[in-house]
């Protein structure tokens, strides 16, 4: 059973930057595409980015495209999410997921099975 530990969230200033990381363990990551999925009080979950268990197809949502940049490291079973010009409408927990799709509507969480426990982010003067 995959498991997955997602740590690196605060607060953190309008145009601040931070670096989400992903460890799993239970079973080897390379076997997964990675979601990172955020959801905001009150608002459904939502996709980020997502990137292939060979790193070669990555995608982004539009509201982080150009902001955010997603990557892995199969070798040490982890992965990140790097944020930067982070925006108050950022805030939210985020979290890292295990599964089989990166595709246009990789938001659609039915293609994740496995869910780490979140990390808050807070974006706030």
């Known amino acids: 059973q995959l498991q997955l530990v997602e740590s690196g ?3 953190v200033q309008p145009g601040g930057s931070l670096r989400l990381s992903c460890a799993a363990s239970g079973f080897p990551l390379e076997h997964y595409v990675v979601g990172w999925f955020r959801q905001a009080p009150g608002k459904e979950r939502e996709g980020v980015s997502c990137i292939t ?5 990555i995608r ?13 490291d199969n070798a040490k079973n982890t992965a990140a999410l ?3 010009i982070l925006k108050p409408e950022d805030k939210a927990i985020y979290y ?3 599964g089989s799709w990166c595709g ?3 938001s659609d969480t039915s293609g994740f099975d496995h ?4 990390t808050q982010v ?3 003067s």
Not at 53 to 57: A, D, I, N, P
Not at 60 to 72: E, L, Q, W
């Open 82 to 84: 790097q944020m930067d």
């Open 96 to 98: 890292c997921a295990g």
């Open 115 to 118: 869910w780490g426990q979140g």
């Open 122 to 124: 807070t974006v706030s």
């Open 9 to 11: 969230g605060g607060l």
């Open 53 to 57: 268990s060979s790193g070669k197809t």
């Open 60 to 72: 982004y949502a539009d509201s982080v495209k150009g902001r955010f940049t997603i990557s892995r």
């Open 104 to 106: 246009s509507d990789f």
